[in-house]
């Protein structure tokens, strides 16, 4: 094999990469919505500007892990790891900015504003 064709290898896409993705997203809703004890509060110190970052080291390790398991050199792998943010972690980040700001109630109201607390009714 050459290096084109090593390299090309390396940084192939996935069939399963979509699958991947939607669960990195789902797992990145519930960590950020839900009270999972110790990654709510993990989440919770992330900086609002660097919250990007849980999913494409995810997705890089994904990428890197699977081409490094299928027999290819250490650099050929870190080729795949970019291959995996490109088809796991910008999929999973853009699902998740549109549950985040999609105007369907996934995430709260439109915008990502959470919905107005219900009303009591009066005694």
Request: no cysteine; charged share 10%.
């Amino acid at each position: 094999m050459d290096a084109a064709q090593s390299i090309l290898h390396a940084f192939q896409l996935h069939d399963w990469y979509a699958a991947a993705a939607l669960v990195l997203m789902l797992v990145l809703q519930i960590v950020r919505q839900r009270n999972v004890p110790l990654l709510t509060r993990a989440w919770n110190r992330i900086p609002d500007g660097w919250r990007w970052l849980p999913a494409l080291l995810a997705s890089a390790a994904t990428g890197f892990t699977q081409a490094f398991a299928s027999g290819l050199s250490f650099q050929m792998a870190l080729l795949g790891a970019i291959g995996g943010v490109l088809g796991i972690g910008f999929p999973a980040m853009g699902m998740h900015a549109f549950a985040k700001e999609s105007p369907l109630h996934i995430d709260g109201g439109p915008g990502g504003k959470p919905l107005p607390a219900p009303s009591e009714p009066s005694p």
